[in-house]
């Protein structure tokens, strides 16, 4: 009879415990670099002496005042000289590895942590292909412990931060208390071809060298062992939205004729993204019992201007809502996989954010793919 009775106990004592509180990861914190040189639409014209009505067009309408690029040296002539596509590899090495550990250490100091912390580095890149990765490189520039785990995402194009964000965030849930960082470095500058279509005018107009890391620590909202920050939002869902219809309307492909690998936009992939945006968003707020009017602050990928106008138009978003989305087109280009985390350093910058403040990120590439994030502070 003991044995019996004891049963039934046990369970109801156990059903009136309260739930073991989640654990989730925390952005903890962030940190940017660019390259030193940066030019103006019309310096960039200049510089590779484009007459073009059509062209010059393109550069000055839109919505971008100055991008930081690594332009090719010029001849004796003061002509740029087109880059080699080995040239251009070169180029990007050295870039994503400088810049990118320029962007991991300001992530470190405002994380108030150290290289030491360090337990996972994921590195994400789509302007060159190395191996070994960029991950192994900095780990070696920067004699980070030979046993911290990385991880390298390579060719996802701008959406790919937030992949990565999604995958570390489950290492950082399977490792609570370790410090994990995502790196996004792009050196968009060595992506670049010159043959004066206008395929390759909205390229060259658009995209700007950066790199933009991310720290995270799983908890369960009580203060872990580091001494990292405690005032970033926990990571609570993510979505994605793949659009196979539109696989090869945002590519990066090798061009037989220029002898190198070319980037190529579709025109209407803006209106594409737009169209998409609602389905990603609502699949994301599902089942959370959120509506859009809930969310506090929206962090969106900087594509373009067109890309930002129709996910403002097709999700009823406000030119508030997306100011440091705008900003650092304005300010940078299209970054790539960090734009998004130029935004979110604008934001925390800015110091707006509340307890129990709601917040979504959002990028956008090929595939073409959109990725959300849902954040709450």
């Given at each position: 009879m003991t044995i019996h009775m004891e049963r039934p106990v046990l369970v109801a004592e156990a059903m009136a415990q309260p739930a073991a509180p989640a654990v989730r990861a925390r952005i903890v914190g962030v940190g940017t670099a660019v390259p030193e040189t940066s030019y103006t639409q019309a310096e960039v014209l200049d510089a590779f002496r484009i007459t073009d009505p059509r062209v010059r067009s393109v550069f000055l309408n839109s919505a971008i005042d100055r991008r930081h690029l690594v332009l090719p040296e010029t001849d004796a002539e003061g002509r740029r000289v087109a880059e080699e596509q080995g040239d251009l590899l070169d180029k990007h090495k050295s870039q994503a590895v400088e810049v990118g550990i320029q962007a991991l250490e300001n992530c470190l100091k405002r994380a108030n942590a150290s290289l030491s912390d360090l337990r996972?580095?994921?590195?994400?890149?789509?302007?060159?292909?190395?191996?070994?990765?960029?991950?192994?490189?900095?780990?070696?520039?920067?004699?980070?412990d030979r046993h911290c785990s990385r991880s390298d995402i390579v060719g996802m194009g701008c959406n790919a931060g937030l992949n990565a964000l999604n995958v570390v965030a489950g290492w950082s849930v399977a490792n609570p208390g370790e410090l994990a960082v995502v790196l996004c470095t792009e050196a968009c500058s060595s992506a670049y071809a010159m043959d004066g279509t206008m395929r390759t005018a909205v390229v060259n107009s658009l995209f700007g060298d950066g790199s933009a890391a991310v720290a995270l620590v799983a908890d369960d909202g009580t203060p872990p062992g580091l001494p990292v920050v405690q005032d970033g939002p926990r990571v609570l869902k993510f979505a994605s939205c793949i659009i196979p219809d539109a696989v090869d309307a945002m590519r990066y492909d090798w061009d037989r004729d220029l002898g190198r690998f070319s980037f190529f936009l579709d025109p209407q992939i803006p209106y594409v993204v737009g169209a998409h945006a609602e389905i990603v968003v609502d699949r994301l707020l599902a089942g959370t019992g959120l509506y859009r009017s809930d969310i506090s602050q929206w962090l969106v990928h900087s594509g373009g201007k067109k890309v930002i106008d129709a996910v403002v138009v097709n999700l009823g978003l406000s030119r508030h809502d997306v100011r440091h989305t705008?900003?650092?087109l304005r300010d940078y280009g299209n970054v790539s996989s960090g734009s998004f985390l130029f935004s979110y350093e604008r934001l925390l910058n800015?110091?707006?954010?509340?307890?129990?403040?709601?917040?979504?990120?959002?990028?956008?590439?090929?595939?073409?793919?959109?990725?959300?994030?849902?954040?709450?502070?």
């Open positions: 996972h580095l994921c590195c994400v890149t789509s302007t060159g292909f190395l191996t070994p990765g960029l991950s192994a490189l900095v780990i070696k520039e920067l004699g980070i705008v900003g650092v800015e110091g707006v954010t509340r307890p129990g403040d709601y917040g979504v990120l959002m990028t956008m590439g090929p595939g073409s793919t959109l990725e959300t994030a849902l954040v709450q502070w």
